[in-house]
T-cell receptor
Framework: RKEVEQDPGPFNVPEGATVAFNCTYS??????FFWYRQDCRKEPKLLMS???SGNEDGRFTAQLNRASQYISLLIRDSKLSDSATYLC?????????????FGTGTRLQVTL | EAGVAQSPRYKIIEKRQSVAFWCNPI?????LYWYQQILGQGPKLLIQ????????DSQLPKDRFSAERLKGVDSTLKIQPAKLEDSAVYLC??????????????FGPGTRLLVL
C-alpha cells in the first residue's frame, strides 16, 4: 500500500462547480497534513494546512479524519485559474526534522 | 525575500555521463531537501540536510547519487553515471525547522533533466 494515495484524475469541471478531492494515508502516527498546488511545469506551493477541526480559506476547505486516515479538499465556485495538480502531503516529524511524503497528485481542469 | 534558487534549469545528457545540480536555499533556512519528481508522480525525497548534516538519505540511490552541503548553505546533487530512468525534475526545497508542527517547505523552480 502506498503511503499516500490519491485519485490522479483528471477532474474536468465547469467554472462555478464544486469539486472535492480525497486522499488516504497509511501511517496512523503521521502528525500533520497539507495540500500543495502544482501548476504545469512549476514547483509545488503550499495551498493550506489541514487540521482535525477542518479549516477554510476562501473557496477552499480542507478536512482531516484521523480515524479513517483520510484527508479532503473542497473547492467551491471553481475558477479557470484553479486548474492545476493538487498534491496531498503527509508529514512524519522526528524532533525538528520533518519528512514530507507526497501523493501522486490529482489533476484538476476547470473549463468554460 | 528571494526564493530558493536552482541551476541549471534544464540539462540534457547521455546515459553514463555525470551531471551536477546546484541549490541555494532561502537565507536563514537551516533545512534543505532534494526531491526527484518523475513525470506524473509526486515529488520523492532523496536527501534532507539540517545545516551541513544529513538527516535522511534513505531513498538516495547511493551507488550513483551523492549530495553535499559543506558550509550549511548551498548544496549540490550529483549523478554519476546517469541512467535513462533518472530523467526527472530535481527539486530543491528549504525550510525553517520547527518542533512538532511541520514547517512549510519552499521549493525552487527545479532542474529538468533528460537522459538520452
Amino acid at each position: 500500500r502506498k503511503e499516500v494515495e490519491q485519485d490522479p484524475g483528471p477532474f474536468n469541471v465547469p467554472e462555478g462547480a464544486t469539486v472535492a478531492f480525497n486522499c488516504t494515508y497509511s501511517n496512523s502516527a503521521s502528525q500533520s497534513f497539507f495540500w500543495y498546488r502544482q501548476d504545469c511545469r512549476k514547483e509545488p506551493k503550499l495551498l493550506m494546512s489541514v487540521y482535525s477541526s477542518g479549516n477554510e480559506d476562501g473557496r477552499f476547505t480542507a478536512q482531516l479524519n484521523r480515524a479513517s486516515q483520510y484527508i479532503s479538499l473542497l473547492i467551491r465556485d471553481s475558477k479557470l485559474s484553479d486548474s492545476a495538480t493538487y498534491l496531498c502531503v503527509v508529514n512524519n516529524q522526528t524532533g525538528t526534522a520533518s519528512k514530507l511524503t507526497f501523493g501522486t497528485g490529482t489533476r484538476l481542469q476547470v473549463t468554460l | 525575500e528571494a526564493g530558493v534558487a536552482q541551476s541549471p534549469r534544464y540539462k540534457i545528457i547521455e546515459k553514463r555521463q555525470s551531471v551536477a545540480f546546484w541549490c541555494n536555499p532561502i537565507s536563514g533556512h537551516a533545512t534543505l531537501y532534494w526531491y526527484q519528481q518523475i513525470l506524473g508522480q509526486g515529488p520523492k525525497l532523496l536527501i534532507q540536510f539540517q545545516n551541513n548534516g544529513v538527516v535522511d538519505d534513505s531513498q538516495l540511490p547511493k551507488d550513483r547519487f551523492s549530495a553535499e552541503r559543506l558550509k550549511g548553505v548551498d548544496s549540490t546533487l550529483k549523478i554519476q553515471p546517469a541512467k535513462l530512468e533518472d530523467s526527472a525534475v530535481y527539486l530543491c526545497a528549504s525550510s525553517l525547522p520547527r518542533q512538532g508542527v511541520g514547517e512549510t517547505q519552499y521549493f525552487g523552480p527545479g532542474t529538468r533533466l533528460l537522459v538520452l
